[in-house]
Nanobody
Framework: QVQLVESGGGLVQAGGSLRLSCAAS????????VGWFRQAPGNERERVAA????????YYADSVQGRFTISRDNAKNTVYLQMNRLKLEDTAVYFC????????????????WGRGTQVTVAS
């Protein structure tokens, strides 16, 4: 099993940047694909980015492509989400999630979840 803890959220002005971190427990973190998801009030949870076990494969939602970058450091058991040029519509609770094996597109296929970190983008 793996436990995930997100950090790095906060309040930022539109156009600004934040970097989220997802720290994982466990010795086999490199066996897990990781996704970043977000959920705004009244909206469904959506995947914004994902990264393969090795970090060689990355995937982005159209809404964040070119603005967000996902990366991982398996030696530190940490996955990052660098968010640039933030927009008001990026406001949400951001969650990281992990699953053994390959990246999946839907939240239901991820087995382990953090508690989330709030990102608020203000005008």
């Amino acid at each position: 099993q793996v436990q995930l803890v997100e950090s790095g959220g906060g309040l930022v002005q539109a156009g600004g940047s934040l970097r989220l971190s997802c720290a994982a427990s466990g010795r086999t973190f490199s066996s897990y694909a990781v996704g970043w998801f977000r959920q705004a009030p009244g909206n469904e949870r959506e995947r914004v980015a994902a990264i393969s076990m090795s970090g060689g494969g990355t995937y982005y939602a159209d809404s964040v492509q070119g603005r967000f970058t996902i990366s991982r450091d398996n030696a530190k058991n940490t996955v990052y989400l660098q968010m640039n040029r933030l927009k008001l519509e990026d406001t949400a609770v951001y969650f990281c999630a992990a699953r053994v094996g390959v990246v999946a597109g839907v939240s239901a296929r991820y087995d382990y979840w953090g508690r989330g970190t709030q990102v608020t983008v203000a005008s």
